[in-house]
T-cell receptor, first 110, second 109 residues
Framework: EAQVTQNPRYLITVTGKKLTVTCSQNMNHEYMSWYRQDPGLGLRQIYYSMNVEVTDKGDVPEGYKVSRKEKRNFPLILESPSPNQTSLYFC?????????FGAGTRLSVL | GQQLNQSPQSMFIQEGEDVSMNCTSSSIFNTWLWYKQDPGEGPVLLIALYKAGELTSNGRLTAQFGITRKDSFLNISASIPSDVGIYFCAGPYGNKLVFGAGTILRVKS
């Protein structure tokens, strides 16, 4: 089954404690991206990757890092999380501009 | 960055009613996409539009690509309780995909 898998689904952490949210896709898509969803703001793109070792900033990249060492994986790294990064995060992979989303990771930073 | 203005922000309608929502932009888009997000899940593509003036249906859903290329519309006919969720318009802008803020749809049965 074609899917985008992100883990964990829920995470509560404290300010400053580094964390990684994993994302994996099995559709052999070249384009992957991360979004955060906040009430009233829709989905805002954090980072995207057009292929292995090619990443670029989206609209809200501050406080986040990504890496793309393999085509299928695109982890999101928060080196020093802060409370304003409490949000719902989605990973997506894309083919011909059609995005396929994971189920989401709800992150709370205390 | 580029923004898509989506309206209305939310709707609370009676089951069986028709629904209309729209999305506008200050820039021209060559593709318009409509997604639906069910509670607790990621957005899922409903309809993709690729040509100005195009009218495309998917069951009870109909979407149109505005002829100015700066807007798009989504209509849902005869709404049912499972239509509840958040509807997003989206479009590619350079290498990015931009989304509207969403229309929250609630259906009263």
């Amino acid at each position: 089954e074609a899917q985008v898998t992100q883990n964990p689904r829920y995470l509560i952490t404290v300010t400053g404690k580094k964390l990684t949210v994993t994302c994996s896709q099995n559709m052999n898509h070249e384009y992957m991206s991360w979004y955060r969803q906040d009430p009233g703001l829709g989905l805002r793109q954090i980072y995207y990757s057009m292929n292995v070792e090619v990443t670029d900033k989206g609209d809200v990249p501050e406080g986040y890092k990504v890496s793309r060492k393999e085509k299928r994986n695109f982890p999101l790294i928060l080196e020093s999380p802060s409370p304003n990064q409490t949000s719902l995060y989605f990973c997506a992979s894309s083919f011909l501009n059609i995005q396929y989303f994971g189920a989401g990771t709800r992150l709370s930073v205390l | 960055g580029q923004q898509l203005n989506q309206s209305p922000q939310s709707m609370f309608i009676q089951e069986g009613e028709d629904v209309s929502m729209n999305c506008t932009s200050s820039s021209i888009f060559n593709t318009w996409l409509w997604y639906k997000q069910d509670p607790g899940e990621g957005p899922v593509l409903l309809i993709a539009l690729y040509k100005a003036g195009e009218l495309t249906s998917n069951g009870r859903l109909t979407a149109q690509f505005g002829i100015t290329r700066k807007d798009s519309f989504l209509n849902i006919s005869a709404s049912i309780p499972s239509d509840v969720g958040i509807y997003f318009c989206a479009g590619p802008y350079g290498n990015k995909l931009v989304f509207g803020a969403g229309t929250i749809l609630r259906v009263k049965s």
